[in-house]
């Protein structure tokens, strides 16, 4: 049985670059750095953003941008700060898909490497209810 998320893992062109914007946006502290052991596949850092283990590995960066994304969440108080660093950081801002009511705020963003992020300040539970009454409500 699926427990849950094991680890995320990004691969990155600059190590320190794309360190420093997880730690700045998303308060990730580094617990660990490969510098010249690699027992993966290229040179890594192990991140914890809240509960959540997020590796990155050196590599080329994505061709393309897509709307393939991880979302992260938070409280509806604390949006504006993390869109502010988001912006602190001149990030790209993805222009958002029109959102309906009970669906929370979101910003997305990508990283130096074509990732695409988002801070969403809604949950599932919500959106389902309101996406179910919304139905019956035609």
Avoid: C, P
């Amino acid at each position: 049985m699926i427990k849950g998320i094991s680890h995320i893992t990004f691969i990155v062109k600059d190590l320190k670059k794309s360190a420093k914007l997880l730690e700045k946006v998303f308060d990730a502290k580094e617990v660990y750095d490969s510098k010249s052991k690699n027992f993966s596949l290229a040179a890594e850092k192990f991140f914890k953003i809240g509960k959540i283990w997020v590796a990155i590995m050196q590599g080329k960066s994505l061709k393309e941008k897509t709307y393939n994304h991880f979302a992260f969440d938070v409280a509806e108080k604390d949006f504006a700060k993390y869109e502010n660093r988001i912006k602190e950081l001149g990030l790209e801002i993805k222009l958002a898909r029109s959102r309906v009511k009970g669906e929370g705020r979101s910003i997305y963003f990508y990283d130096y490497d074509n990732h695409l992020f988002e801070i969403h300040s809604g949950n599932m539970q919500k959106r389902v209810k309101y996406y179910k009454g919304y139905s019956t409500l035609k």
